[in-house]
């Protein structure tokens, strides 16, 4: 059931109508009707959570399920027993059989041939064991969405969950259950202990929201996928060294206009419950470095690893070499989440390199600065030395020197995602040469594809106040008139939706 499908909307439309009436099915006078009010809300919306997943495999609801309730469990156990031995034990076990289940289906086949490859080395010849079963969608959000629950639960910064329906429907939750955000239970589950509301202004915004995701989805993802971007990496001999260029820059947009896309219509679909899910895009392509990128892109996933990975290593408090280990070791798994396949493995090492190089270019020039140590590169102390100049007495660098970081930034983003778009290495290998290639025409790329992609980049670089001007004139507009806005961007959509939806990018992961 996919966002950008009738299907999804009416099923959206009858669980919100729904919901709401049991809320004002009757006055909540006292507090056991309350209860009973609230409990009833809860089940109806996990219920229909549940069709909405399975909807998808029907037996893969079992898996989501029994995390569940596992993580359920092993929070009411945390909040009952002192030992902290014990705590471990607990933590341990949830941990097992959260990444148990996330390493069987998702990990299991890459690991088993790269051992089998490797053991070749020396000789030894055996047939790597393959599971051939489809990847649960969403298994590695909601895998991390309920690790997140009991780690802070075992380090008592998060009362255990009593109501195993408030658990429940903070795990299954549909709008962001199989392509995130990823919601941390601290910042959902305090808002079902209050009564949900809803108000034109919330109303407003969530559909402003839903209407920007699938102009994101429809126009600037799907379009631009279909006519270029899954051509060239499906065949890459047929298009030209300037075409497979544009291809490259078509799938930067495509990626980001699909995934960002998700989140507002999971947003805006939430904000119609009264509910509210993170950002999960801070505008990536504005990053001046590719540290800053990674804080700006899938902002819960950087933000997750983070605070359960890298500052549990001890960050940067363990000196410098650990420091370099804690953040490679992040933006590793950074890729390795999004794939169990070498061009993941590859590119999450890029980012890693990109990033160390980054911290170490800017301690080096603290340092430097004040004459405790020159630079051992060369190459670092030339980038820092132009640094210098360009800044010269002010504080931050001009706006030129801005763009330029941000252009620089931008084209490694580009260039290092030929990995995480291509099928294998040897697609990868493939699309790589025929950027040298001699032909430089771009005849396959038409003029509305030319007008969808600057179009789309472009907006990307709009101050955020031209579309906070726009959600708000939207927001004040009355009923009749936002519905007929709504029904012009229908209309629009039609103009570009392909024949079938297409999926978003991120259920694959």
């Known amino acids: 059931m996919l966002f950008n499908s009738l299907d999804y909307f009416a099923f959206l439309g009858l669980t919100v109508a729904g919901f709401w009436a049991i809320r004002f099915a009757g006055p909540e006078r006292d507090e056991g009707s309350r209860t009973r009010g609230a409990s009833l809300r809860l089940l109806f919306v996990f219920l229909a959570s549940c069709v ?4 998808w495999n029907p037996v893969y609801i079992v898996l989501i399920l029994s995390s569940t309730v596992l993580d359920y469990g092993i929070g009411l156990q945390l909040g009952r027993v002192s030992s902290q031995r014990s705590k471990k034990a607990l933590l341990a076990v949830s941990l097992t059989g959260n990444l148990g289940l996330l390493g069987v289906f998702k990990y299991f086949n890459f690991f088993s041939e790269a051992t089998a490859d490797a053991l070749s080395l020396f000789g030894v010849s055996i047939e790597a064991p393959v599971l051939d079963v489809l990847l649960p969608v969403g298994i590695s959000f909601y895998t991390f969405q309920t690790l997140s629950y009991t780690i802070d639960v075992y380090r008592g910064r998060l009362q255990p969950v009593k109501n195993p329906l408030e658990f429940a429907f903070y795990v299954t939750f549909f709008p962001q259950l199989v392509a995130g955000p990823i919601v941390r239970a ?12 809803l108000d034109r202004t919330r109303v407003g915004h969530g559909l402003f929201l839903i209407a920007l995701g699938l102009i994101k989805k429809v126009i600037f993802a799907d379009f ?27 799938f930067t947009l495509q990626i980001y206009a699909d995934f960002s896309g998700y989140t507002d219509v999971a947003r805006g679909s939430a904000m ?5 899910l993170p950002k999960n895009f801070d505008r990536p392509y504005q990053a ?11 902002m819960t996933l950087s933000s997750w690893l983070r605070d359960y990975l890298y500052f549990p290593l001890g960050g940067s408090r363990s000196g410098e070499l650990r420091t370099y280990v804690n953040l490679w070791l992040t933006l590793f798994l950074i890729g390795l989440w999004h794939g169990a396949s070498w061009t993941f493995v590859i590119y999450g090492n890029l980012q890693a390199a990109a990033v160390l190089f980054n911290r170490y270019l800017a301690r080096e020039r603290k340092l430097s600065k004040e004459g405790t140590s020159p630079p051992v590169f060369a190459l670092a102390q030339a980038w820092n030395q132009l640094n210098d100049a360009v800044r010269g007495d002010r504080d931050r660098d001009p706006i030129w020197a801005t763009v330029f970081k941000i252009l620089l930034t931008l084209q490694f983003v580009v260039f290092s995602r030929i990995l995480f778009r291509a099928s294998d290495l040897d697609n990868a290998s493939l699309v790589t040469s025929r950027l040298f290639s ?37 927001v004040q507009l009355p009923p009749w008139a936002q519905g007929i806005a709504l029904a012009v961007v229908g209309v629009i959509l039609a103009f570009y939706v392909t024949a079938e939806a297409v999926p978003y990018i991120y259920f694959q992961f």
């Not at 909405?52 to 909807?55: G, L, S, T, V």
């Not at 119609?272 to 509210?276: A, D, I, R, V």
């Open 186 to 197: 601290a910042e959902f589950l305090p808002q079902l202990k209050r009564p949900p509301w």
């Open 224 to 250: 631009v996928s279909v006519n270029l971007v899954d051509r060239v990496f499906v065949d890459p001999e047929a298009f030209t060294g300037l075409e497979t260029l544009i291809g490259l820059y078509g």
């Open 52 to 55: 909405f997943y399975m909807a």
């Open 272 to 276: 119609l419950f009264g509910l509210e």
């Open 288 to 298: 001046t470095s590719v540290a800053e990128f990674w804080r700006r892109w899938h």
């Open 438 to 474: 001699d032909t430089w025409s771009a005849a396959q790329v038409s003029p509305q594809l030319w007008a969808v992609l600057l179009v789309g980049m472009l907006m990307h670089y709009l101050p955020k106040s031209q579309l906070e001007w726009i959600r708000a004139r939207f």
